[in-house]
């Protein structure tokens, strides 16, 4: 009996399914994960396309590249800056056609193609019942004694990670490698990605960690945890962001483009906060949690464009093994 | 070859070609949607010098620590032993991740050891560098080589010992005539199979390692995935890695001098030798010393993971009953595959190809699985949408991945099987399936039952291929165990983590304990 309904709910379901058009979008394994945003996404849009949302996950771009035309993907969301150009060269990725003039980001954004959905900075974070007197500039940090430790990403394969070395290069340009060299004797050590660093922080491994401005705002919500500041440098910080594509294959643009511009809407944006834990691309601060009104901001925001992101990316790379290997 | 059964033969090559497909395969497709061929720059070379020289440190200290273990383990009888031999296996079946955070809560800056050295004014450990990576590995692979080696004790017949005792040998004689051969025959395979797990390894070396110093092969593939999107020169790396762990096969193949000495009455050994005192201190010391290295970090996982179980939720445990699903399909496949492989490495013996065969048995592991994955997915997009698959290729990946030491427990056994009882089954008529089951299969029950746990546990704690395949929906523990950290829930994650361990080694001990339930009752 029991498999008879099971059989008749099955059938049913596939009834539905045949006649509701499916959006497929791919997504990093954070986003649509049940304790990323994914979940309370889907359902705000199902709510009003009459659709079924479906996020894929895995790495975004990788295997969108793998897949070319073939792909089955109608739109992406998740891939960073680092990734764009490679992306845009690849000729899959179609306009997102929304305005956006009026983004609430400290840069402004005249992409045609990769549409922000949230941003935050990278950040070195610290516990402030055991630091008492963090760095205040890269200067700072560099000259600081070689018994405070930090925890880093890899940059061939964290996003975070490279970040990090295209700040460092941003700051100290030609002497990037020098500055690295001075880094060096108070890196814990470099991990594969974010969770292991972040990880080993929590776990007092080490002083601090490179994170994002965001990350207290967890540990504030979720935990009502004030111990945990990011560290704000006087040169600035890097600008981190978030986008989303269309592609270009797709055989139900309509669809997409309504999710496309779904992604700015303010029931989207308001999901990003809690969801994601960082700042929303288009959402006024009065309608953010109060709580990330305790957050330390920097003043100054440092940002490469894709091409010279792009044109850095490997030389970077080399000095930073190369301050390494001494 | 007269009496044997065919189909042996046919499943024993059907096995091999499965394995020729998910290393060589889909190494082949993905230099095939490479953009052109690969190169190698200083620091790909630098990446293979250290990945050598790393693997080849963790493996021989890995075994030569273990001799001491095995052979406590093998001639004393105590209360728990049974438990001893189960835990000490864990750290093997460990999660990457979840070992790290074990190893730095004793070894770490702010672990237990750092801890005491500062009480009494000294410093705070540094485990990172290659002595760290090392130290990791040693952790994860002694309980492999310790069971490895405990077999071959075991395996050596009673009646030798016995003979040896009316013989008058001292300790010194019987490690002479008894217990080298036999460690001759085990290390060299052992060693093997732990080099080349260390081969491929890339966040543990990267994390404990302290930085780009320590940068392994597979490293230098993942960055040429993600970094470069090099697929040209991800294959090529892949290649060199097999290059590396097939000359390495080999070699350690040759070394070793399987033993063809004449059989006993599958009796449990009892040890006359052993009964002096010195030698009982040196059995305890050696349990001791592994029992106090291998179960401090186990016990810290334990400990941090505590707290957090009342908040796991159902995602979590709905991903314990898939890695739980996947673990036992993958057995069954791992079993199929192997007894299969095992019988035709067997049949042909040491000419034609055998030993050729053997080492393709141990290719899987040097595989890497970024790879593995990703030739994968490219074999498989044009037909189906991989994620339909995630569950059932994840299995198959993990069947295969533990194929070396599930071979490398079932060859010198079925060997011995053979050597021993072949000719009296043959004059019989006895062959094919009847054999198997009646000759075969009683003797292989403690090497089987301890494969099967081994790969149900490794399958379980296994990240795998699921990452390239899975759906949100369509996770395995370890990967909900990573989203869990990407969010920021590091107490829920070590619950997971702990929940993980729990059911890793419940499974090694179930299958373990059905294999061993004659010795040991």
Redesign the interface.
């Known amino acids: 009996m029991r498999f008879l309904t099971l059989a008749t709910g099955l059938c049913l379901a596939t009834v539905a399914a045949a006649e509701t058009p499916e959006l497929t979008v791919y997504a990093p394994d954070y986003f649509a994960s049940e304790w990323g945003p994914g979940p309370a996404i889907e359902k705000a849009f199902e709510a009003q396309c009459g659709c079924d949302l479906k996020f894929v996950t895995g790495d975004v771009l990788p295997r969108i590249l793998l897949e070319g035309e073939r792909t089955r993907a109608d739109a992406v969301i998740g891939l960073n800056t680092d990734v764009t150009a490679r992306a845009r060269a690849s000729g899959l990725f179609a306009p997102h056609g929304q305005d956006t003039t009026d983004l609430t980001m400290p840069i402004e954004w005249t992409d045609e193609v990769f549409l922000p959905f949230n941003w935050g900075h990278t950040a070195f974070i610290y516990d402030n019942t055991k630091l008492a007197n963090p760095p205040a500039s890269f200067d700072d940090l560099l000259n600081a004694p070689d018994d405070l430790k930090i925890v880093i990403q890899d940059p061939r394969s964290s996003i975070s990670g490279l970040a990090l070395m295209l700040w460092v290069k941003a700051v100290y340009g030609d002497e990037a490698q020098q500055a690295w060299e001075k880094l060096q004797p108070k890196i814990v050590t470099v991990t594969k990605g974010w969770s292991e660093s972040y990880g080993m922080f929590t776990d007092g491994e080490a002083d601090m960690v490179l994170s994002y401005t965001t990350s207290p705002a967890y540990h504030i919500i979720a935990e009502g945890d004030r111990t945990k500041e990011s560290a704000i440098f006087d040169e600035g910080h890097y600008f981190m962001v978030e986008l989303a594509a269309k592609l270009s294959t797709t055989d139900q643009p309509e669809l997409t483009d309504s999710f496309i511009s779904f992604i700015l809407s303010e029931e989207f944006q308001s999901i990003i906060p809690t969801g994601n834990w960082s700042f929303p691309a288009k959402l006024d601060a009065e309608k953010l949690p109060a709580e990330f009104g305790e957050l330390n901001i920097p003043e100054k925001v440092i940002f490469y464009t894709e091409d010279e992101a792009e044109a850095l990316r490997k030389p970077a790379l080399e000095e930073w093994l190369a301050a390494f290997s001494g | 070859m007269a009496g044997r059964d065919q189909s042996l033969t046919v499943s024993g090559v059907l096995a091999a070609s499965l394995i020729l497909i998910l290393t060589f395969g889909t190494l082949a497709a993905v230099g095939w ?1 490479a953009e052109g061929a690969g190169q190698l720059g200083p ?1 790909d070379f ?1 990446a293979i010098r250290f990945t050598l020289w790393q693997s080849f440190l963790s493996a021989t200290i890995s075994t030569i620590l273990a001799v001491p273990v095995a052979r406590a383990l093998a001639r004393r009888r105590f209360p728990g032993r049974g438990l001893v031999i189960t835990l000490l296996g864990a750290p093997f079946i460990l999660p990457v ?1 979840v070992a ?2 074990g190893l ?2 004793i070894f ?3 672990g237990v050891l750092s801890e005491i050295s500062r009480a009494f004014g000294g410093e705070a450990l540094n485990i ?1 560098g290659l002595h760290g990576v090392v130290l990791a590995h040693v952790f994860f692979n002694i309980p492999l080589a310790t069971r490895l080696i405990l077999q071959g004790w075991l395996a050596i017949p009673a009646e030798r010992f016995r003979l040896a005792a009316s013989l008058g040998f001292r300790g010194r004689d019987i490690a002479r005539q008894l217990e080298w051969p036999m460690l001759r025959e085990v290390l060299p395979g052992a060693w093997l199979v732990i080099f080349l797990i260390c081969l491929t390894s ?2 543990v070396a ?8 320590a940068t392994t092969v597979e ?1 230098a593939i ?2 040429a ?3 470069d ?1 090099d697929l040209g020169k991800a294959a090529l790396l892949a290649l060199i890695q097999f290059g590396i762990g097939g000359t390495a096969a080999l070699f350690a193949l040759r070394i070793a001098l399987p033993q063809t000495a004449g059989g006993g009455f599958d009796r449990t050994v009892e040890r006359w030798d052993a009964r002096g005192r010195l030698s009982r201190w040196t059995d305890v010391l050696a349990i001791g010393l592994a029992m106090i290295f291998l179960l401090s970090p186990l016990t810290a996982v334990f400990a941090e993971g505590l707290r957090g179980i009342p908040d796991l ?1 159902a ?1 979590v445990f709905r991903a314990a009953v898939a890695s739980v699903l996947v673990a036992l399909a993958s057995t069954a496949l791992a079993l199929l595959l192997s007894l299969s492989l095992a019988h035709l490495i067997v049949a042909m013996g040491h000419r034609r190809g055998g030993p050729l065969l053997e080492a393709l048995g141990y290719l899987s592991i040097a595989a890497s699985p970024l790879v593995v994955g ?1 030739g994968l ?2 074999l498989i ?2 037909f189906v ?1 991989p ?1 339909y698959l995630a569950l059932p290729v994840t299995a198959l990946v993990n069947a295969t991945m533990s194929l070396p030491f599930v071979l490398r427990s079932l060859v010198p056994a079925l060997r011995e099987v053979e050597s021993r009882y072949g000719t009296l089954s043959e004059s019989l008529g006895l062959g094919g399936w009847r054999r198997f089951r009646i000759v075969t299969l009683p003797r292989l029950r403690r090497p089987l039952g301890f494969a099967a746990g081994l790969t149900a546990a490794l399958s379980m704690g296994d990240l795998g291929v699921i ?6 929906e369509q ?1 395995t523990l370890p ?2 165990l ?9 107490e829920e ?1 070590a619950a997971a983590a702990l929940l993980l361990l729990a059911l890793s080694v419940a499974l090694f001990w179930i299958f373990d304990r059905g294999g061993r339930a004659d010795a040991d009752a």
């Not at chain 2, 990267?206 to 110093?213: A, H, K, M, S, V």
């Open positions: 949607r620091a630098a991740i790290i955070f730095l809560a770490g800056r702010t990172y890339f966040a990267l994390t404990l390692g302290g930085g780009p110093r490293l993942y960055q995935f993600r970094f999107f939720g995602p990703t997915f490219i997009f044009p949408s994620d990452a390239l395949f899975a759906g949100p996770a990967l909900q990573y989203r869990l950290m990407g969010a920021y829930r590091m994650a």
